[in-house]
């Protein structure tokens, strides 16, 4: 097998672990506070929203380490061992208990700093400066359809549930375990590939195996790297360019607490639905993926192309959002987010409809697309010298605005919860097209004075 093929194929590898695992995971975050409420009048009292909010709290903070951890463990140990941890706590579900629950949720949320990490420099390993974007894409791609198959799943097992009975509860989430397993056996397929041309002084990804007979000069090597890249992220959050993005980059964290755990909330808890409502969550969770996927590839490819600029997509993007949000308020009750374990008898300004429901969820997706393909564009432009620190900011300020999100989320009534990302989206554009403009006006500037 030719290098430049073994390299794919551990893209291919890396974005199939990640699928699997995100599969059973997002699954799990989508229904949580359905199976809680189920689960609350028991011993058990916890609440799906607070377990989400210290995931993502932890993961932010936790960005400031995960480089060094990846230094000395290596990608694919990394990435190995915080699967094992995601699968961990999935199976507390099978059996859950107060304290399991959110000391996991801590647990978790360094896992999942330590696995993106990984999987970036992974990514990077394996690529070069003509296969970054095919790669790039691959990856986005075989992750986005983590949203359609544990969803598909959960609307097959859950159809004509009104409450989640402890059978059902275990039969899933035994699954969820198993595949998630399966997900994070993966990364031992993924081989060590020859020096990559962006990072040719990286040695980090593969199996990372012993102590060399230089391991003092490697051991402070990867102290040296990880001191420079928190020095380069504390220097790169405070410049204009990131500033304007980070308002950009909280909203993005703002709606990924919305589509991946309170709609989906909203959706079970309306009574109007039925024997229906439960297995909603599932259709939900697919027509998110659905939207994600188309737009991943038009809007990745639009991306690449250049031809239209950012501003357009992420317009559009801001626009199918502010018709979702409009939508979801004609249709699902104001109580959604916060009913009990009985859901909520309670009407909006419509009937509520099944396909408008599922329609709202399709254009989360795509508009979720629309932000990330360009914000991940944007970043790789602005920062093609300093590429690891500034999508550590990314994930920073997108996990602290996440955990925030899902703290509120346990208290705000439904039509609380839209304003708020009504008035981050609409200030997030505008944040947005002003670090386009400014990067735009950088590339003409290279342009002119390169023709001198």
Same mark, same amino acid.
């Given at each position: 097998?030719? #290098?430049?093929?073994?390299?794919?194929?551990?893209?291919?590898?890396?974005?199939?672990?990640?699928?699997?695992?995100?599969?059973?995971?997002?699954?799990?975050? %989508?229904?949580?506070?359905?199976?809680?409420?189920?689960?609350?009048?028991?011993?058990?009292?916890?609440?799906?929203?607070?377990?989400?909010?210290?995931?993502?709290?932890?993961?932010?903070?936790?960005?400031?380490?995960? #480089?060094?951890?990846?230094?000395?463990?290596?990608?694919?140990?990394?990435?190995?061992?915080?699967?094992?941890?995601?699968?961990?706590?999935?199976?507390?579900?099978?059996?859950?208990?107060?304290?399991?629950?959110?000391?996991?949720?801590?647990?978790?949320?360094?896992?999942?700093?330590?696995?993106?990490?990984?999987?970036?420099?992974?990514?990077?390993? %394996?690529?070069?400066?003509?296969?970054?974007? /095919?790669?790039?894409?691959?990856?986005?791609?075989?992750?986005?359809?983590?949203?359609?198959?544990?969803? *598909?799943?959960?609307?097959?097992?859950?159809?004509?549930?009104?409450?989640?009975?402890?059978?059902?509860?275990?039969?899933?989430?035994?699954?969820?375990?198993?595949?998630?397993?399966?997900?994070?056996?993966?990364?031992?397929?993924?081989?060590?590939?020859?020096?990559?041309? *962006?990072?040719?002084?990286?040695?980090?990804?593969?199996?990372?195996?012993?102590?060399?007979?230089?391991?003092?000069?490697?051991?402070?090597?990867?102290?040296?790297?990880?001191?420079?890249?928190?020095?380069?992220?504390?220097?790169?959050?405070?410049?204009?360019?990131?500033?304007?993005?980070?308002?950009?980059?909280?909203?993005?964290?703002?709606?990924?607490?919305?589509?991946?755990?309170?709609?989906?909330?909203?959706?079970?808890?309306?009574?109007?639905?039925?024997?229906? $409502?439960?297995?909603?969550?599932?259709?939900?969770?697919?027509?998110?993926?659905?939207?994600?996927?188309?737009?991943?590839?038009?809007?990745?490819?639009?991306?690449? %192309?250049?031809?239209?600029?950012?501003?357009?997509?992420?317009?559009?993007?801001?626009?199918?959002?502010?018709? $979702?949000?409009?939508?979801?308020?004609?249709?699902?009750?104001?109580?959604? #987010?916060?009913?009990?374990?009985?859901?909520?008898?309670?009407?909006?300004?419509?009937?509520?409809?099944?396909?408008? $429901?599922?329609?709202?969820?399709?254009?989360?997706?795509?508009?979720?697309?629309?932000?990330?393909?360009?914000?991940?564009?944007? *970043?790789?432009? *602005?920062?093609?010298?300093?590429?690891? #620190?500034?999508?550590?900011?990314?994930?920073?300020?997108?996990?602290?605005?996440?955990?925030?999100?899902?703290?509120?989320?346990?208290?705000?009534?439904?039509?609380?919860?839209?304003?708020?990302?009504?008035?981050?989206?609409?200030?997030?554009?505008?944040?947005?097209?002003?670090?386009?403009?400014?990067? $735009?006006?950088?590339?003409?500037?290279?342009? /002119?004075?390169?023709?001198?």
């Amino acid at each position: 097998m030719t #290098p430049e093929r073994k390299k794919l194929m551990n893209i291919l590898i890396l974005g199939c672990a990640f699928m699997l695992m995100f599969t059973a995971f997002q699954t799990c975050g %989508n229904v949580a506070q359905t199976v809680i409420s189920s689960l609350n009048s028991t011993d058990f009292h916890g609440s799906g929203y607070t377990s989400l909010a210290i995931i993502y709290g932890v993961f932010s903070a936790s960005n400031l380490i995960a #480089p060094s951890v990846v230094a000395i463990v290596g990608t694919q140990l990394s990435m190995f061992f915080s699967g094992l941890i995601y699968s961990a706590y999935i199976a507390m579900f099978i059996q859950p208990f107060t304290w399991s629950f959110y000391t996991l949720s801590v647990i978790i949320g360094i896992a999942a700093a330590v696995l993106w990490t990984a999987q970036g420099a992974c990514l990077t390993n %394996n690529s070069d400066e003509e296969t970054i974007g /095919r790669n790039s894409g691959i990856f986005w791609a075989l992750l986005q359809f983590s949203m359609l198959f544990g969803n *598909l799943y959960i609307y097959i097992a859950w159809k004509g549930e009104i409450v989640i009975s402890e059978r059902d509860r275990r039969t899933v989430f035994i699954a969820l375990t198993v595949i998630s397993l399966v997900g994070s056996v993966l990364f031992f397929l993924i081989r060590t590939p020859s020096a990559s041309r *962006l990072q040719p002084q990286e040695d980090d990804g593969g199996s990372d195996s012993g102590v060399s007979a230089e391991g003092n000069m490697s051991s402070q090597s990867n102290s040296s790297r990880a001191l420079n890249a928190f020095v380069k992220s504390i220097k790169l959050s405070v410049t204009k360019e990131m500033l304007l993005l980070s308002v950009s980059m909280a909203y993005t964290g703002l709606e990924l607490t919305f589509y991946s755990g309170v709609y989906g909330t909203c959706i079970g808890a309306i009574n109007e639905f039925g024997s229906e $409502a439960k297995s909603l969550i599932g259709l939900s969770g697919i027509s998110v993926g659905l939207g994600e996927v188309l737009g991943g590839g038009i809007f990745g490819l639009l991306s690449k %192309n250049g031809r239209f600029g950012r501003n357009p997509v992420f317009l559009l993007g801001l626009v199918v959002h502010f018709l $979702a949000f409009y939508l979801i308020f004609l249709n699902v009750p104001g109580d959604a #987010p916060i009913s009990s374990r009985d859901g909520t008898d309670s009407r909006a300004f419509v009937d509520p409809s099944q396909f408008l $429901a599922l329609f709202s969820s399709f254009l989360l997706g795509l508009g979720d697309s629309c932000f990330n393909t360009q914000l991940l564009s944007i *970043l790789g432009t *602005l920062y093609a010298e300093d590429s690891a #620190p500034a999508f550590a900011i990314f994930k920073f300020v997108q996990s602290i605005s996440a955990a925030v999100a899902f703290f509120y989320s346990n208290y705000l009534l439904l039509q609380w919860q839209l304003l708020i990302l009504v008035v981050f989206g609409f200030f997030g554009t505008i944040s947005f097209f002003f670090a386009e403009w400014g990067a $735009a006006n950088s590339r003409h500037q290279e342009i /002119r004075y390169g023709s001198i």
